[in-house]
Structures are given as C-alpha cells and as structure tokens.
C-alpha cells in the first residue's frame, strides 16, 4: 500500500511536468543543482537553464530563460530570454532581454531589463545606470528608483523614492513617499497614504497627482489566529491519514529533504514555476484544455501535502536527537510539532510568503527525489 500511495504522489508530479514537456514537445532545458552554480565568462547556454544553489553566478550568456533559486544570485552577463529567481540577495548587473520576475531579501538592479520587472522584498534598489525598459511592478519594504522607468510603476511599500525618470504613470500604496528634486513622472501620481508625500523643489510630474487617505480599519484581535488554527488542524488531519496508511514513503520524503536539500529544491523550482506557465500554455489549444486544467487541479494538491512532509520533516529532525522517530506514534508527534512550528513562523510579519515558498519548493522535490530513492533501493 505505502508503495503503490508514494507511485501515486510521484505520478501527480511527473503528470505536471509532463504537461510542461507536452506543450513545448521541442524546447530543451538545462538543469544544474549543486552549492555553487558558475555559468562563466565566455560561456553560452543554449537552451532554458533551471539552476539551485547557495550560490549562483551568472557571468555568460544565457539564450533561453532563467530559473534560479539559492541564497545569492548574481547576473553580470546576459539572458536573451526571461528571468524568474529567488534568493536572500538577487543581483541583476547584466542585461535581460525579456521580463525579470524576482523574489528576495534584498533585490539590486544595475542593467537593462528590456521587458516589466515585477519584484517582491524586503528592499529593492534600481541603480541609476540601470534601466526598465516595461512596467515595474513591487511589492516591498523599501523600493528607491535611480534608474529610468519607461512606462508605468505600481506597487505597494513602506518607502518609495523616485529619482530618475517614469514615462508612464505611477500607482503607489505606500507609508511615505519621496519625490526627488531630480524625478521626472511623465504621467500621473496617484498614491494611497495616510502621510502627504515628499515632493521636493525640481520635480516634474507631468500629469495629475492624487493623493488617497486610505480608510483605517481595526483588525477584530486574533482575527488571523483563527485562520491558522484551521488551517493546521486541516493540514494535520491530512497528514495523519497519509502516515497512518503510508508510513515508509512519508518518513521517505521527510529524509529526502535532509539528505538530498539542493535537489529537492531544485527539482521544486522546477515544478513550482514551470507548471502553471505550462498549463496555461496547454489550455490555449481545445484538445489541451481538459489536460491543463487537470495539470493545474493535480498542482495546487501537490502543493498543499507539501507542508505535510515539511512539517513531519522538521519533527523527525527535532525528536531524533532524543529518540528514534520510526513509529507511527512518534511520527504523529512530529507532524504535529513541525506543523505548529511552520504554523508560529508564519505568523510573522513578513515572513509567510517566504515560509510558504521554502514549504512548496522542499515539499514538491523531495517527492520526485523520495521516489527515484526508493526505486533504487527496491
């Protein structure tokens, strides 16, 4: 039983990776995972390059897109194609020939994106030599745009300053906002604030400016405790019924993570980015749109058990220092103590997004890696 359930939940994985291969019968990929992953100078990918790493360095050209996830990243060359990373620190020097979707601690863009860079962190910072060919779309602590903007910005924040120049309009939800004497907003500003924006001597706004004082509503208390509560209850309940009928492949999964972290996140990435794009891709012919939607009902479960082997992995990892984890009991012991564990750290301001993504990336390749582990032991 516990074999055919672990075939099972590597076949839902397999079946969303096979829908991104269907659509895109022709495309190649090249996939690398390792502590440090150096494309050099000189050096010329030809194809979409998948990376995972603590550290990735980008020195050549990449012809495809770029998919990267590790502590930094850093591109100094050039990437033809797209880029979809996320990292502690994402370091964009090079040119990008396409859009720039980023997640990260600190996100610094210093070359030319020729398409929309949408970036989600704790501070982005858009050097002046730096320049935004597409919209820039954020979500952050504190964003400051040295660089050139060519058509809108949008985006919510607790400081934003603008320096250079935006040749759309501005849409802004922000705490407080600075206009510098050397901004030139070709558009209109509207912002959302409860504080009247810096707008110093110098700056051009070429269109409207609209500041809206955003309603104050008092959260009811514990409000977001509730959620959680049931959300851990339900996640707990779907967690025990997977140990209770298949514990090998459950403890599997938990130590693939420990064992083999980098490919269990690369190969996340992988079907946690590529997946929906793929979908999509498919659903836009009549013969793949009962295939994509399957694709994408198969992925939204697949992310939601992934918290369940996170958590028991997180568990195993803190009672095994004290006793052996193998029992069904003690295994319900430490779903429960991992899950309250993700549950507290997602209360934290700030760091439930980035929870949830290290939950979803670990969780979904350390099912495939679990699977080709067990397959070879068997």
């Given at each position: 039983?516990?074999?055919?359930?672990?075939?099972?939940?590597?076949?839902?994985?397999?079946?969303?990776?096979?829908?991104?291969?269907?659509?895109?019968?022709?495309?190649?990929?090249?996939?690398?995972?390792?502590?440090?992953?150096?494309?050099?100078?000189?050096?010329?990918?030809?194809?979409?390059?998948?990376?995972?790493?603590?550290?990735?360095?980008?020195?050549?050209?990449?012809?495809?897109?770029?998919?990267?996830?590790?502590?930094?990243?850093?591109?100094?060359?050039?990437?033809?194609?797209?880029?979809?990373?996320?990292?502690?620190?994402?370091?964009?020097?090079?040119?990008?020939?396409?859009?720039?979707?980023?997640?990260?601690?600190?996100?610094?863009?210093?070359?030319?994106?020729?398409?929309?860079?949408?970036?989600?962190?704790?501070?982005?910072?858009?050097?002046?030599k730096a320049k935004i060919g597409g919209d820039f779309l954020f979500g952050a602590g504190i964003v400051r745009i040295d660089g050139l903007v060519e058509r809108d910005v949008k985006g919510s924040a607790s400081e934003v300053t603008v320096a250079n120049g935006v040749g759309g309009d501005m849409e802004l939800t922000v705490d407080n906002l600075t206009v510098a004497s050397t901004a030139d907003i070709q558009g209109d500003l509207t912002y959302a604030s409860e504080n009247e924006a810096d707008i110093q001597s110098g700056a051009i706004v070429g269109g409207k400016t609209t500041h809206n004082v955003p309603e104050v509503k008092k959260p009811a208390p514990f409000s977001g405790i509730g959620g959680k509560v049931v959300g851990f209850l339900m996640a707990f309940v779907t967690g025990l019924i997977i140990i209770l009928v298949a514990p090998r492949m459950s403890a599997s999964i938990a130590d693939s993570i420990r064992a083999k972290p980098w490919a269990s996140l690369g190969w996340g990435a992988v079907i946690l980015f590529a997946t929906p794009l793929a979908a999509i891709i498919v659903c836009f012919t009549v013969i793949g749109i009962p295939v994509g939607l399957i694709a994408l009902a198969l992925y939204a479960i697949a992310i939601y058990i992934s918290q369940v082997f996170v958590g028991l992995f997180l568990g195993r990892w803190i009672i095994g220092r004290f006793r052996e984890t193998e029992s069904k009991a003690i295994m319900v012991g430490a779903l429960a103590s991992g899950l309250v564990i993700l549950s507290i750290l997602r209360l934290i301001p700030y760091l439930d997004f980035w929870i949830g993504l290290a939950i979803a990336l670990f969780g979904l390749g350390a099912v495939l890696v679990s699977e080709t582990r067990l397959r070879a032991q068997a």
């Open positions: 039983m516990s074999k055919h359930i672990s075939t099972g939940l590597a076949v839902i994985l397999v079946a969303v990776l096979l829908t991104f291969f269907i659509s895109a019968p022709v495309m190649a990929a090249d996939l690398r995972s390792q502590d440090t992953v150096t494309i050099a100078s000189g050096e010329v990918v030809d194809d979409d390059l998948y990376v995972a790493g603590n550290t990735v360095i980008i020195d050549g050209v990449v012809n495809g897109d770029l998919w990267a996830i590790g502590s930094s990243i850093t591109v100094n060359g050039e990437v033809k194609g797209s880029i979809v990373a996320a990292g502690q620190t994402v370091d964009i020097n090079g040119n990008v020939g396409h859009a720039a979707r980023l997640a990260g601690e600190t996100i610094n863009i210093s070359g030319d994106i020729t398409g929309d860079l949408m970036a989600f962190s704790n501070a982005t910072n858009i050097a002046s």
